[in-house]
């Protein structure tokens, strides 16, 4: 079994994004204050955009489509280290979150969506991204609000 939490790298992508949102709400926190009190006003969509949402995405874009577009030969091909299979799901990844987000945070959620991909290909399994995306919507919506 694939023991991913004993991964450096892993724990590197557990703990920076926690340390940067600590750093924001700290010292920059005003533009993010939309999202003061959320997690008591409507705790039943909290659950879902951190556990459900997390959930059904990793299976889509991690489990079907970067497998899928990593099987061809040209997405196997690496650039600066990630597979263009990687940056391709993390592009259709970042264009879904258009319905829901403004477009700059759209965008933004293209890094993260790297690192989940990273993590499925460098464990060769669901279980790691799947984790970080659940902890990394935890960070945004319960500790990020002011």
């Given at each position: ?21 600590l ?8 533009a ?20 459900m ?22 997405g ?15 592009l259709?990844?970042?264009a ?5 987000h ?8 293209f ?36």
């Amino acid at each position: 079994m694939n023991l991913f939490w004993r991964d450096r790298q892993f724990l590197a992508a557990f703990i920076v994004p926690l340390l940067v949102i600590l750093y924001i709400r700290l010292f920059g926190a005003g533009a993010f204050a939309t999202f003061a009190g959320f997690h008591q006003s409507q705790p039943g969509r909290l659950f879902g955009l951190v556990l459900m949402w997390p959930v059904m995405e990793e299976v889509v874009f991690r489990g079907v489509l970067q497998p899928a577009i990593s099987d061809l030969p040209w997405g196997r091909q690496r650039l600066a280290g990630v597979s263009v299979g990687n940056v391709i799901t993390s592009l259709l990844f970042a264009a879904s979150h258009l319905f829901t987000h403004l477009p700059y945070w759209s965008a933004l959620v293209f890094l993260p969506s790297l690192v989940f991909g990273y993590f499925r290909e460098r464990h060769d399994s669901l279980f790691s991204p799947l984790f970080l995306h659940v902890l990394y919507n935890f960070y945004y919506y319960l500790v990020l609000p002011v």
